[in-house]
């Protein structure tokens, strides 16, 4: 007699047992469930019925073959319907990659994006870009596939930057005369007038700091005309802020916006300084805030889309950045305080050891990891100048580690909105560009 368990589509067989017989576990243990010869030919009758009508259901849908780059796979038609706005999910789309002699699509795309095109369409609508394809491209691949509406999170706020950055993008003020008072301020070169009104403003902001530079001199210091310069760019930057402020769509996005930020406090430190040039009042405040109008400098970047930029990447990369300074002091720690101990442990001469701190030790070290090199700290003994040839050779490559993370981040976000771009021939001239200038000319 063979003892087993058996269930079939959901029903369990339970044959019957002798109530005399006696467990030998013991009355209170789970009684076993017996199937006789005839139960168990049912058993297997009814799994086989079952497993036919499953196989049924796979031998009717149709399976598709797809080649890529001689990668097969192989997938079902109807999952790939789910999206039949998509390439592969439209069979009249779909049908101009497929080889009649191969009986399969064949498709001259990057493999493992197509591995995660296929995913999107098994597990209805995750996509995930894979880490060793480049965002670009797989940007690229999505619009092949024309899949629609993905972008990667980490890079939503490249977006929103850039968006806030191009004041083409967004609502206008109410009434035209406010309308095109806003266009004529900040759309800088639409227009001939607006050309003309960008170089007065960008040649003013010049000026300015030019005249702010020569006052420092002494022979030029008791020159009337630098006062009247900051007098008349403060007028000019006024006239600017009140016309901005005026005509802005809205009030409380232009109270975080760092320009005007940047404007209002150049224009408060202006006044602050006539006003303590005419009253003849100098203690150390005035002349913070003399030192402080160096700050109008970052009013440049209201004309230059590439420095502001290049300051949001140093924000971006602000952690890595961390971790490199981390590093690189660390780094210039250990060198001193071995510099200091070989310089004055193993020199005969110490009159001419110039290491008489681990300080003075540690301006070397950072003097000569950043290949700057003054000559006023030189190591004497023959151990010190070896290594002081290390620090040397060491801080140039540890220096060059952080480069291509900044480089690499502020060319992807610098053509980011022509890479997203629906427009192909602009997309396809972003991608080549990036290339050219992260690779070099092809």
């Known amino acids: 007699m063979l003892v087993r368990c058996?269930?079939?589509?959901?029903?369990?067989?339970?044959?019957?047992?002798?109530?005399?017989?006696?467990?030998?576990?013991?009355?209170?243990h789970s009684k076993l469930k017996q199937l006789n010869s005839i139960d168990l030919y049912e058993c297997n009758t009814a799994l086989h019925f079952h497993a036919l009508q499953l196989g049924s259901l796979v031998l009717n849908e149709r399976r598709i073959k797809i080649s890529v780059r001689g990668t097969i796979f192989e997938t079902f038609e109807r999952t790939l319907e789910t999206y039949p706005n998509t390439l592969?999910?439209?069979?009249?789309?779909?049908?101009?990659?497929?080889?009649?002699?191969?009986?399969i699509y064949v498709l001259d795309r990057c493999v493992y994006s197509f591995d995660s095109v296929l995913f999107y369409y098994q597990s209805k609508g995750t996509l995930a870009k894979p880490p060793i394809v480049p965002r670009e491209q797989f940007y690229e691949e999505l619009n092949f596939y024309e899949i629609e509406g993905f972008i990667d999170e980490r890079h939503i706020e490249d977006l929103q930057f850039l968006k806030q950055n191009n004041k083409k993008i967004g609502d206008l003020p109410n009434g035209n005369y406010r309308s095109n008072i806003w266009k004529f301020v900040n759309y800088f070169n639409d227009s001939f007038f607006q050309i003309i009104y960008t170089n007065i403003n960008l040649a003013v902001t010049i000026l300015s700091i030019i005249a702010y530079c020569l006052e420092t001199v002494p022979s030029l210091k008791n020159n009337k005309t630098w006062i009247q310069i900051e007098i008349i760019t403060g007028i000019l930057f006024s006239f600017e802020f009140i016309i901005t402020a005026?005509?802005?769509?809205?009030?409380?996005?232009?109270?975080?916006?760092?320009?005007?930020?940047?404007?209002?406090?150049?224009?408060?430190?202006?006044?602050?300084?006539?006003?303590?040039?005419?009253?003849?009042?100098?203690?150390?405040?005035?002349?913070?805030?003399?030192?402080?109008?160096?700050?109008?400098?970052f009013k440049l970047t209201k004309f230059s889309v590439a420095l502001r930029l290049f300051i949001y990447t140093l924000y971006k990369c602000s952690q890595s950045l961390q971790v490199f300074f981390i590093a690189v002091g660390t780094f210039c720690f250990v060198n001193?305080?071995?510099?200091?101990?070989?310089?004055?442990?193993?020199?005969?001469?110490?009159?001419?050891?110039?290491?008489?701190?681990?300080?003075?030790?540690?301006?070397?070290?950072i003097i000569t990891a950043t290949a700057v090199g003054y000559g006023d700290v030189v190591p004497t003994t023959s151990l010190g100048k070896l290594f002081g040839s290390f620090v040397a050779v060491t801080g140039i490559i540890i220096f060059c580690i952080q480069q291509p993370v900044l480089v690499n981040h502020f060319i992807s976000i610098y053509y980011?909105?022509?890479?997203?771009?629906?427009?192909?021939?602009?997309?396809?001239?972003?991608?080549?560009?990036?290339?050219?200038?992260?690779?070099?000319?092809?």
């Open 6 to 28: 058996a269930s079939v589509a959901g029903m369990t067989l339970t044959p019957p047992v002798n109530p005399n017989t006696k467990h030998p576990l013991g009355p209170n």
């Open 336 to 365: 001193a305080a071995l510099m200091f101990l070989i310089e004055n442990e193993f020199n005969p001469d110490l009159e001419k050891n110039q290491f008489q701190s681990i300080l003075d030790s540690m301006w070397y070290s």
């Open 416 to 442: 980011l909105p022509e890479v997203m771009s629906k427009v192909d021939t602009l997309r396809k001239r972003a991608i080549i560009q990036m290339r050219q200038t992260l690779l070099g000319t092809v």
């Open 246 to 297: 005026y005509s802005s769509p809205n009030l409380k996005e232009l109270r975080c916006s760092l320009n005007i930020i940047l404007d209002f406090m150049s224009i408060i430190f202006c006044v602050l300084h006539v006003t303590f040039y005419f009253s003849a009042f100098k203690n150390k405040f005035a002349v913070a805030i003399q030192f402080v109008r160096v700050i109008r400098i």
């Open 88 to 103: 592969l999910g439209n069979i009249y789309k779909r049908d101009q990659f497929f080889d009649k002699g191969l009986g």
